[in-house]
């Protein structure tokens, strides 16, 4: 690889900060979130959102709870322009707790189209100006100096002050665009020069937006720039500091949690991280990584799926499987180590809940592999185990337990495993609840006409039982409170040999329907087997078992017999 093309960036940039705070710091209150889908993320598709797709995401955001949303870029097209005249001209779209943002460039003419487009909008609005600072994008787009450039900026916010200064429900933002790789004392005095000229206070608020346009360094860069800005600002007090990450290098998520330990108070980005390049920064993970710390997001996700499913209408682009906390794979495990310690942790919630006498939403959430419940957003636990050829007996007894209700006993759980093995390493592919309740009645529970109980009359201890084997009835009648042994002696008399090792029985309630399962582990021919049976009954139940271990003894010597060479 040609590496040596390019330059660290402490080559590129100094990053004066050398005292740093941020290291130590915790978050322990959500940044004020401001998505900017329906700007830098429409700007990013390939089909750009019509009025009907941006007016869905627009609401979906305000269901969600965002305070303030940057809705367009209104000075370069007709369309961001028309939606911004919507919000004015139909109230009920925003509320009026709901901050409008509009975005332009530090140029008259477009920013004279911007403040006509929310001429009217009784909602508070953020006239957002932004403008190139970095080096190579002062000489190579803007063709200016470094001085020119600082003029250039102070000339439109002089513009907007006098277009928009005098109304009390707009605010100002300035982005020195590429802020990341902006020389640190140029980015301090352009930003400073806007807080004077703008008179930031704290009752009037200047936004400062710092990008990381393109992503060029590791995140604990970004975050000593953030704090650089954060403790040499002036106005500090009437300053909200804000970032915007990109995800170049696929950091922006730690980029702008480490800006916020350094000192930003807002985040611009896109919900599942939409954006040019490799996107903008993802603000749902970010909201539900607060989240799983304990911290209140401030957005409501419980119902994430709609979420993505709204999310992914409008933009017309998929929400990868494997996307933090909405990906439909997120919450699956697949490997038999994480599926056992999943079940097992399921179980342990339960048992904490129920001696706690509280729901199981409300208990603590302590389960291995699930940084958060699935529940909180909305998932069933359906999904959260499945299983291919990696998987073990934890997850298809998972699988059978939370679908049908069937506990099997831990050694039939070892048993079971090897012939879902050799089920899917001839299939390749996943085994579904179904799949496995299938294979588990054909290898356990088999039945046929050849072995049947043709007459079975239970009265109080008094049993009295009629089996036909290939055609050969044998009948007994005996005081007895375990019919299945009895009938378990009676196959063996046939010439199927059993031996009964362990019965366990299990109700099952499905529907408000009961079953009886009886789980029978045998010997037979000095190996133990396993049967099932399920009955109307428990002793109905046990009797099937006993006859399901006949029909395989029955079924494994047939195949014995086939196997044996003819003279």
Request: with cysteine; proline share 6%.
């Amino acid at each position: 690889m040609p590496s040596h093309r390019y330059r660290d960036v402490y080559e590129r940039v100094s990053v004066p900060l050398t005292d740093r705070h941020w290291p130590s710091a915790r978050i322990t209150e959500a940044p004020l979130w401001v998505p900017v889908d329906l700007r830098d993320g429409n700007q990013s598709l390939a089909e750009p959102m019509d009025p009907e797709r941006k007016r869905t995401l627009f609401e979906l955001m305000v269901a969600m709870g965002y305070k303030e949303i940057e809705v367009g870029y209104p000075s370069a097209s007709q369309s961001d322009f028309d939606f911004v005249r919507l919000i004015r001209d139909d109230p009920a779209l925003a509320p009026e707790d709901v901050t409008v943002v509009v975005f332009t460039p530090a140029r008259r003419d477009l920013i004279e189209r911007t403040v006509e487009s929310v001429e009217g909008i009784t909602n508070d609005v953020v006239i957002h100006m932004y403008t190139a600072t970095a080096p190579i994008w002062r000489e190579q787009v803007l063709g200016r100096s470094r001085a020119e450039v600082a003029e250039l900026i102070i000339a439109g916010g002089r513009d907007i002050l006098e277009l928009a200064g005098d109304r009390a429900n707009i605010r100002f933002e300035f982005s020195p665009e590429v802020f990341i790789l902006t020389e640190p004392d140029f980015v301090l005095e352009v930003c400073d020069s806007m807080t004077t000229l703008w008179d930031a206070t704290p009752r009037r608020p200047v936004i400062l937006n710092l990008p990381a346009t393109v992503e060029v360094a590791t995140p604990n860069v970004y975050a000593d720039q953030i704090e650089y800005m954060h403790r040499n600002l002036a106005r500090r007090d009437g300053v909200i500091l804000s970032v915007h990450p990109h995800n170049d290098r696929g950091t922006g998520v730690a980029c702008a949690e480490l800006a916020v330990l350094a000192g930003a108070q807002r985040v611009e980005g896109c919900i599942f991280g939409n954006g040019e390049r490799t996107g903008n920064v993802d603000i749902a993970t970010l909201a539900l990584n607060l989240h799983a710390q304990g911290v209140d997001p401030m957005i409501d996700f419980s119902d994430i799926d709609r979420v993505r499913r709204t999310v992914e209408y409008c933009t017309r682009m998929p929400v990868p499987e494997r996307h933090p906390y909405v990906g439909d794979l997120v919450y699956t495990a697949f490997s038999g180590t994480h599926q056992d310690a999943i079940k097992k942790g399921f179980a342990a919630h339960r048992e904490r809940a129920a001696r706690a006498g509280r729901s199981e939403r409300e208990m603590r959430w302590e389960v291995p592999y699930l940084p958060i419940d699935p529940a909180d957003v909305g998932r069933s636990y359906d999904a959260v185990i499945r299983v291919n050829s990696q998987s073990g007996k934890g997850g298809i007894a998972y699988l059978l337990d939370t679908e049908y209700g069937i506990a099997l006993p831990r050694r039939l759980q070892i048993d079971f495993a090897g012939h879902v093995q050799r089920l899917t390493d001839e299939t390749g592919g996943e085994v579904t609840a179904a799949m496995l309740h299938e294979l588990l009645t054909a290898v356990y529970s088999p039945r046929s006409e050849r072995i049947r109980l043709s007459e079975c009359v239970v009265a109080d201890d008094a049993v009295r039982l009629a089996l036909a084997v290939n055609g050969r009835t044998v009948a007994r009648a005996a005081e007895t409170e375990n019919p299945a042994e009895l009938l378990a002696a009676m196959v063996t008399e046939a010439g199927l040999p059993i031996e009964v090792l362990a019965l366990t029985r299990q109700t099952v309630d499905r529907v408000g329907q009961y079953a009886h399962i009886a789980y029978l582990e045998y010997r037979s021919e000095a190996n133990a087997q396993w049967a099932i049976g399920i009955g109307e009954s428990p002793t109905d139940a046990a009797c099937r078992a006993v006859l399901a271990a006949a029909e395989r003894i029955s079924a494994s010597e047939a195949q014995s017999a086939d196997r044996v060479p003819t003279a």
